[in-house]
């Protein structure tokens, strides 16, 4: 690439750097460079390669190829990694086991079902072996005591469903109607499995049997059930979770005297008000076996090593090179079992990284410091790579000084807007990507703050460990998280430009004298949300790789001046107990958290260094956009 001289004095006042960092970048070529980036998408991104989910051998694949540029680039393996691999399990991963049954009875009617056909277990729920429990009609298993949306509904209300099973609706009242309470035709997050879930789990149900809505169910002209995994999964879930046929459990309604769920949902579309009762002698017998398989997956990692007194700083470029195979877990488009390719989520990151590692080594000269490039696995899981590297490093996280995340950078737009996140991390970096990136002529967008997005993506790992970081991110789009999301659609030539920043950046910090200082960054303005919901904030970060023994929920850290951090909750600690109840997994540590309110007050117990410690903690409020 090519700058005019002028622009470069520019960027060098700006950002207090040397100059010979600068001028020293290599001059590449527009065509050949987007030419690399576009093969490297569309081999990551293609059919072949199965959505590069894990357990697929598309996503093997991935990592091979990742290894081989990084081979043919001229890196290095690290050492102590099994080759240009960082092998890890990701655990429990669950698998349905042989043989479920569902019996539900009411007076002298028997209804067995039929797996696959009348009744599902869903991965989001556990192992059971229930006889004889009560049913219960929860309505849609909603608790939604909501000022923003000005509702107070609760289909639990005066119901104990303690040790039962809940019959309840998938989605949530008013479905389909511009008016509806519950936010208009766009579901808030009271629809969301997780909800329903932590709210029965709050509640003492032992099991959930739920049905699809009535407005959906006309409105696709089909009764479908979801997949053993569509809903996700929990490894810690401690109730069942079994979807059925409407056809089905209206058997059920008829055998116990009561109305069909379409006449049921009709009364509380129209006032709002719920329909949950006791099913009389209406009970449930079922067997659910849940297979836990460790999914072998792995980081790939390539060395540039430095030259000189600072040989042994080290600074990561990374990106996730994984997503969501066929779809199930984290797909916005569920029940579709099509490929979902994620060429820019994170085909385009990939591809970035790959081509910053061939331009990097390429350079006659060594760097003063070491450069580790890295493709993550496993992110879409929850940041699980990028953790397990910071908590396994095979460089001294005390000499990295500087990370670089590169995240769904394939879309940039008409108006070149470049979402940046983390240049608050270090002294000096906000002027120097504001410069770097006005060269290119694209707009830098800095995120100020931990708020929102911040933790959504790899860097965050490193953010805990306290290295400062730069996250370049393109934003999300109708594509994101679903099948559509393909080669064609990326903007190579927008690709080309973040590389050259990208590239200018690590050259600078490569280069620089001194290493860059850390700084923590506090909550930034709040960003947008796709949900409503709760407005309790606590700020701690639970684990969801790493399961302790025994039950509790494993905090990966806390958010800086959250009232966790406040509290003195620290990374490491198993939270047992939130205001006197016992936490034995995420979903009960979220039902605890959402009967609470902010400004209140509560005493929650972790343990700690094998000590259990009381801490009083001050609820907050959750940002809201």
Known sequence: MTFRRSRIALIVAAAAVPAAALFAAPVQDVSPSQARLKADVTYLASDEREGRGPGTKGLDAAADYIAASFKESGL?????????????????????????????????????????STFMPLALG??????????????????????????DYDDYAGLDVKGKAVLIIRREPQQGQDDSRFGGKQN????????????????????IVMVNDDFTT????????????DAGGNANASIGFVMV??????????????????????????DLKPQSRVLENATLDATVAIEKKALKVKNVIGVLEGQGPHAEETIVVGGHYDHLGYGGFGSLKPGDKSIHNG????????????????????????LPRRVVFMGFSAEERGLIGSAYYTNHPLYPLKNTVAMLNLDMVGRLNDSRDLTVFGTGTSPGLDKLVEALATDQEIKAKQVVGTQGEFFASDHASFYMKDIPVVFFFTGTHPEY???????DLINFEGMKRIADVSELLLLDLAQRPERPKFVKLGRGPAMASASRGSGVYLGSRPSYADVPEGGGVKLDGVNDDSPAAKGGMKAGDVVVKFAGKDVKDIDGYMAAMSGHKPGETIEIVVRRDGKDVALKITLGTRARD
């Open 343 to 366: 060429a820019d989520d994170n085909a385009s990151g990939t591809a970035t990284v790959l081509e910053l590692a061939r331009r990097l080594a390429a350079r006659k000269d060594p």
């Open 126 to 151: 556990g192992p059971v072996d229930l006889k004889d429990i009560p049913v219960v009609f929860a309505g849609y298993g909603i608790t939604a005591k909501d000022e923003d949306l000005k509702l």
């Open 76 to 116: 290095k393996p690290a050492e102590g990694a099994d080759g240009y691999f960082q092998n890890f399990e990701l655990p429990g991963e669950r698998g349905l086991g042989d043989n479920p049954t569902l019996v539900l009875k009411a007076g002298e009617s028997s209804l067995k079902g039929e797996p696959k």
């Open 245 to 270: 046929t409407r056809e089905f459990a209206n058997g059920l309604m008829k055998a116990a005297g009561q109305p069909s769920l379409s006449e049921l949902e009709a009364l509380i579309d129209a």
């Open 481 to 487: 998280h679903r099948p559509a999301d393909d080669t």
């Open 188 to 207: 808030t997050s009271y629809a969301a499995f997780t909800h329903k879930l932590a709210n029965a789990v709050k509640h003492g149900a032992k099991a």
């Open 218 to 229: 006309k409105k696709d002209g089909k009764d479908e059930l979801m997949e053993f995994s």
